[in-house]
């Protein structure tokens, strides 16, 4: 068993080089939630590592049986590393505005120091993503010299009563109190199957 724990471990460090991962996880890419997820199982972490999980990969390795079923298939390979990523499906709302994407991930390894990259294992991943209207009221005050750009007409002044942000799309947006709103998304991705 330790020597299962031992290789996956160097599994996670190798896949979590391969993707850059910052200290914290990254579940806004699908490279980043496999990376997150072989962090987990290298620290045979049996609470985390299936929040990364979800459908059929859950099902399959979302307990510890699972778990060191996945790390026997990774035994035999060693210098470990995130493959291609390929966008295969998109569902998108109303506005055309993508709430769903499907990837798959490739996990290549060796076995062997000689022996060329091939693929152990594909991981399906699902990336949700939400968007939320947030508002800003901007700062009111005295005259602010905005721009615009040309498309509009370049530098204008904005008397009091109206706000400007500067850097913000030229900035002047409208009369105090009225709020303007933009749209924030946000994307979480989880796997929904490993094979």
Same mark, same amino acid.
């Given at each position: 068993?330790?020597?299962?724990?031992?290789?996956? !471990? #160097? !599994?996670?460090?190798?896949?979590?080089?391969?993707?850059?991962?910052?200290?914290?996880?990254?579940?806004?890419?699908?490279? #980043?939630?496999?990376?997150?997820?072989?962090?987990?199982?290298?620290?045979?972490? *049996?609470?985390?590592?299936?929040? !990364?999980?979800? #459908?059929?990969?859950?099902?399959?390795?979302?307990?510890?049986?699972?778990?060191?079923?996945?790390?026997?298939?990774?035994?035999?390979?060693?210098? =470990?590393?995130?493959?291609?990523?390929?966008?295969?499906?998109?569902?998108?709302?109303? =506005?055309? /505005?993508?709430?769903?994407?499907?990837?798959?991930?490739?996990? *290549?390894?060796?076995?062997?120091?000689?022996?060329?990259?091939?693929?152990?294992?594909?991981?399906?991943?699902?990336?949700?993503?939400?968007? /939320?209207?947030?508002?800003? =009221?901007?700062?009111?005050?005295?005259?602010?010299?905005?721009?615009?750009?040309?498309?509009?007409?370049?530098?204008?002044?904005?008397?009091?009563?109206?706000?400007?942000?500067? #850097?913000?799309?030229?900035?002047?947006?409208?009369?105090?109190?009225?709020?303007?709103?933009?749209?924030?998304?946000?994307?979480?991705?989880?796997?929904?199957?490993?094979?």
């Amino acid at each position: 068993m330790k020597h299962v724990m031992n290789r996956s !471990f #160097g !599994f996670a460090l190798a896949l979590a080089a391969s993707v850059a991962l910052s200290a914290c996880d990254n579940t806004a890419t699908p490279q #980043g939630v496999v990376g997150a997820a072989a962090k987990a199982l290298a620290k045979n972490d *049996v609470k985390k590592f299936p929040k !990364f999980l979800t #459908g059929t990969a859950k099902e399959k390795y979302g307990d510890l049986e699972g778990m060191i079923a996945l790390q026997k298939l990774l035994k035999p390979y060693t210098a =470990h590393q995130v493959g291609e990523t390929k966008l295969v499906a998109t569902t998108s709302d109303d =506005h055309g /505005r993508p709430t769903l994407r499907n990837y798959t991930v490739q996990i *290549v390894g060796k076995q062997g120091t000689d022996a060329d990259l091939s693929q152990i294992l594909v991981a399906d991943v699902a990336c949700t993503t939400d968007y /939320r209207v947030e508002y800003d =009221h901007g700062t009111c005050g005295p005259a602010s010299v905005g721009y615009s750009g040309p498309m509009y007409g370049g530098n204008y002044v904005s008397g009091p009563g109206y706000y400007y942000e500067p #850097g913000v799309g030229g900035g002047f947006y409208g009369p105090c109190g009225v709020p303007f709103a933009h749209t924030v998304e946000s994307t979480y991705c989880l796997i929904s199957d490993v094979e």
